[in-house]
Each structure stands twice: as structure tokens, then as C-alpha cells.
């Protein structure tokens, strides 16, 4: 089963989303679970999404050679995307919150809703690179 971009690029959005009044307030467990996750995934998953790394064409049915060599790199190219996702999420986190300490403003829920923002703004440029592509194609 095939897993559609869009509902992930929804996901993440939902999760950007949720994350920034749960920094101010919230039960403790869900904040540490929403927060925890937009750290670990938020950032490099709309990277991802915006970069269309790991993605198959489902429709595409030309094999190079016959042996399904098209699906098997992109079956392949999944964990590379969710490697790329994580490593970059936390990256991100980190320059954050260490320009947060240099800068000595240093404010948890200011770090939540910059790397919210960062991700929204790359689903958005996900989304219009999208459009634009599609458009183009007809």
C-alpha cells in the first residue's frame, strides 16, 4: 500500500501546528509527544516532501529492464528519505537552539515556534512546486 504524499505533507502541518500552544501549555505527556515529534521529523519531513525524495510514480510501468529496477530504487530510496528527515530535523533544532544560547535569548517555545514556522514555509513551497509542476505538465 502506497502512502500518499499529501496526507503525510497534512500530518506534519497538523503537527506544526499543534506543537506551538502546546509549548506554552498543555498536559505534560502530549506536549512531550508533540514536541518531541516535530523535533525528531517536522522540519526534514517537509524538506523531504519538498526535495520528492523517496517518491514512486505509481503509474510508471517501464522497466529499464524488465526486472522492476524503477519500484526497487524507489522502494530502496525510503530509508535514505526518513535517514534525510531525521538527520536534517535535528540539525535544524540544534542551530536553532544554539543561536538561541549565543544570542542569549534563550526561550523553549520561541525554538517550537521558529522550527513550526520553518516547517510550514517549506510544506507551503512543497505545495507550490507541486502546482507549478502539474500545471506545466498539461
Not at 69 to 76: C, I, L, Q, V
Request: proline fraction near 5%.
Amino acid at each position: 500500500m502506497a502512502i500518499d504524499r499529501n496526507h503525510i505533507a497534512w500530518v506534519v502541518a497538523v503537527l506544526a501546528v499543534a506543537a506551538v500552544p502546546l509549548s506554552f501549555f498543555g498536559p505534560e505527556g502530549l506536549r512531550l509527544a508533540v514536541i518531541g515529534l516535530l523535533m525528531l521529523a517536522g522540519p526534514g519531513t517537509a524538506l523531504v516532501l519538498y526535495l520528492r525524495l523517496g517518491s514512486a510514480d505509481p503509474g510508471a510501468e517501464g522497466d529499464a529492464d524488465g526486472a522492476g529496477a524503477h519500484r526497487s530504487a524507489a522502494k530502496s530510496s525510503l530509508p535514505l528519505a526518513i535517514s534525510i528527515a531525521v538527520a536534517s530535523s535535528l540539525a535544524l533544532a540544534t542551530i536553532v537552539s544554539t543561536g538561541m544560547v549565543f544570542a542569549r535569548m534563550w526561550s523553549p517555545p520561541v525554538a517550537v515556534l521558529v522550527l513550526s514556522l520553518i516547517t510550514l514555509l517549506l510544506l507551503v513551497l512543497g505545495a507550490r512546486r507541486v502546482q507549478v509542476s502539474t500545471a506545466g505538465a498539461s
